[in-house]
């Protein structure tokens, strides 16, 4: 399974560009590191790595809403 690099804007909506994919973890992480080295310190985009199958199933993954973990006691 490739790890794909992803650059993601949030505004005005949310928009995923494939920057990039790898067969080694270790390539995929050097690469993002200096990716978000290289982003303005203003920048609205962000850099994310994603280990999947497929572009799609990356982007499905990307895309998923995940729940806030509770906080406190319950």
Known sequence: ????I????????RLLKN???HETY?????????LRA???DN???????IHA????LAED???EVREKPPVGDD
């Open 1 to 4: 399974m490739p790890y794909y």
């Open 6 to 13: 992803y650059r993601i804007t949030e505004q005005p909506i």
């Open 19 to 21: 920057l990039e994919q």
């Open 26 to 34: 270790r390539e995929a992480s050097a690469r993002v590191k200096q």
């Open 38 to 40: 290289e982003l303005s």
């Open 43 to 49: 920048s609205p985009a962000i850099i994310k790595m």
């Open 53 to 56: 199958d497929n572009e799609l």
């Open 61 to 63: 993954l990307l895309n």
